[in-house]
């Protein structure tokens, strides 16, 4: 886990009425993490007219795993609507959380900005298919969201403190 700064108090953050964040998950934080969503949405990604809900449910989540990697988040939505569905194991530390939060926000970018699409039988990223059973490490959309996520943590959690 990223220790920023030893303050106690985060900045003050004051969103309109988009982007809609429902935080429903059980998971422990010392962080706002529905303020947390919308700064990383809105300040780092540019992104705001979207709704997301935010749930733990493991059983689902564990209907995803496979022979090489164990899911701890999965996003899920309908771009078109701009409505997404982030569902967290609920065993995620809190030293991973705010981390998992950022690889998964940067699928909600891709999906947003149309880079990344599914589709029957796979998934396109950037006009290129790719079956559904591409090793997830050899997936671009993850290659991306995993080199880009603790960037994204160390950004948003100074904002988060500014």
Known sequence: MINW?????????KFGDNPKVHWLATNKSKYDMTT???IILTQLLKIENVELVVLTNDKTISKFDSSDIEMQALLQGVPERHQYRLTLHSRINQSMLTAIICHEMIHLKQYEKGELKLVHGGAT????FYEKGTPYFDRPWEIEANDKMYELERE????YYE
């Open 156 to 159: 948003v959690l100074k904002l």
């Open 125 to 128: 990223w950037n006009g290129k």
């Open 36 to 38: 947390f969503c919308k």
């Open 5 to 13: 700064f030893k303050k106690k108090t985060p900045r003050t953050w």
